[in-house]
């Protein structure tokens, strides 16, 4: 694979241009999944589609004006940063919150590869005509709002105006959601098996918030180096990693701070106390946001954290 910042004027408007020719196909699979079912949808899939096309056009002229007729193949998956998408095909049959949430994926991908792509052309032609297309990509989604008033009923509009939210989970809640589950679970060990041990409420302290602070700066800069987030829209990678990074330390602080209490008792039940909060909140998190069954949260939430407590206990009591 290759870098972005390495291709040359030529290699990006020839990725352009196969970007717009998958994006375009991608949009016609839409329209023909949702014919049957979603006839309104597919309209707006199909204006997208012809929106694709004539971004094409656009570069397939000026890339023949500026390098020749033959154009190099060169895809997504050749360069660094792309997500990688699920065929359509494979998705069978296509439901709404599916589609809209690979579109709005799309959107922001490809405008966010045009919003670069620019700043990295030196020929003001070139420049001006990925400046456009970045700028009508940032307007497509309020085309795609314009085709909804007009072409969609309330409630099928209510119902696809819940993918909106995806990108939201996308930059802020995934993050924030691993680091929290990581802090809350992942620390019930040291600090649990500590407390146990010692039976020194200070001790235990010191050893969650080493656990905490330590994995806080682990999971953020293993979530910053993840994904550089330039293409994929997931967002700026420092500030996912602060996220996640945060989280991760709040998750293992707030068991860590009830053994400031002098009173050990009193000191392990509070933190308990704290525990089965935390792992409510993931639990609600994960319902909320992740689309999971409440009961299906909470038992897999509840049996993980109560796996690492117990396993805790019993090291610090062994």
């Not at 154009?71 to 699920?86: A, C, E, M, S, Y």
Request: one cysteine or more.
């Amino acid at each position: 694979m290759k870098k972005f910042d390495s291709l040359s004027e030529q290699e990006i408007l020839a990725l352009a241009i196969s970007l717009e020719e998958e994006d375009e196909r991608v949009y016609a699979d839409f329209a023909e999944g949702l014919r049957e079912n979603f006839p309104a949808s597919a309209a707006i899939f199909n204006a997208m589609r012809a929106d694709e096309t004539g971004h094409r056009q656009r570069l397939l002229a000026l890339y023949q004006k500026q390098f020749g007729n033959h154009i190099p193949l060169i895809r997504r998956q050749d360069v660094r940063g792309f997500v990688q998408r699920t065929p359509v095909w494979l998705v069978r049959p296509l439901g709404l919150d599916a589609v809209r949430k690979q579109a709005s994926a799309i959107e922001v991908e490809t405008r966010r590869f045009y919003e670069r792509a620019a700043r990295r052309a030196k020929d003001v032609e070139v420049r001006q005509l990925l400046d456009d297309l970045a700028e009508e990509e940032r307007v497509h989604e309020n085309r795609a709002q314009e085709l909804t008033e007009q072409n969609l009923t309330p409630e099928i509009r209510e119902n696809e105006d819940r993918a909106r939210r995806r990108l939201f989970v996308l930059q802020i809640v995934q993050p924030g959601l691993a680091g929290l589950m990581d802090g809350s679970v992942s620390t019930l060990a040291p600090v649990f098996a500590a407390a146990m041990a010692s039976r020194n409420t200070w001790y235990a302290f010191l050893v969650g918030l080493a656990a905490s602070l330590g994995a806080g700066i682990s999971m953020g800069f293993a979530e910053a180096l993840s994904d550089d987030g330039s293409l994929t829209g997931r967002g700026h990678p420092w500030l996912r990693g602060l996220i996640c990074g945060a989280m991760t330390t709040l998750g293992g602080i707030g068991h860590t701070l009830p053994f400031l209490i002098p009173n050990f008792r009193v000191a392990f039940m509070t933190a308990f106390v704290v525990v089965l909060a935390e792992l409510g909140v993931i639990t609600w998190v994960r319902h909320r946001y992740m689309d999971t069954p409440i009961v299906t949260a909470a038992i897999q939430v509840a049996f993980g954290g109560s796996l690492v407590f117990i396993m805790g206990v019993l090291i610090g009591s062994s």
